[in-house]
């Protein structure tokens, strides 16, 4: 069977992990130890597969989505910059609009203010 020990070499104190081909957890220490290991742990070792490989997201260049198109289906980005330039536009629309009637309600000041003070004494 098949044993992961851990440990740290003798010699150099650097960590080390070795695998090893015994028939119990005590054989595969001692085996550990004959080849320069102070053992901290032994387990058995899964086989595991190799790792699947699977496909990129990225494109090769000049293979993209074509231009002017948004990269989600559904186009929730240009939605929502559209959604906020219109927003802005309405505001500044109605914000002038109501600074011009405003503005019109606002009596002009006397254009002589001499005639002004004898108008109101009359």
Excluded at 86 to 107: C, D, E, N, R
Aim: zero cysteines; aromatic letters at 4%.
């Amino acid at each position: 069977m098949l044993y992961r020990v851990t440990g740290r070499n003798k010699q150099t104190n650097e960590p080390m992990v070795l695998q090893v081909e015994a028939t119990n957890k005590t054989a595969a220490d001692l085996k550990a130890s004959a080849e320069g290991m102070n053992v901290t742990g032994v387990e058995v070792a899964e086989i595991q597969p190799p790792p699947a490989v699977y496909a990129s997201d990225s494109v090769p260049r000049g293979q993209g989505p074509p231009d002017g198109s948004t990269p989600d289906a559904a186009g929730g980005t240009r939605k929502l910059v559209v959604l906020a330039v219109m927003l802005v536009a309405l505001s500044l629309l109605a914000y002038y609009a109501m600074f011009g009637t405003l503005h019109k309600s606002i009596p002009p000041p006397p254009s002589d203010p001499t005639a002004a003070a004898t108008d109101a004494s009359e």
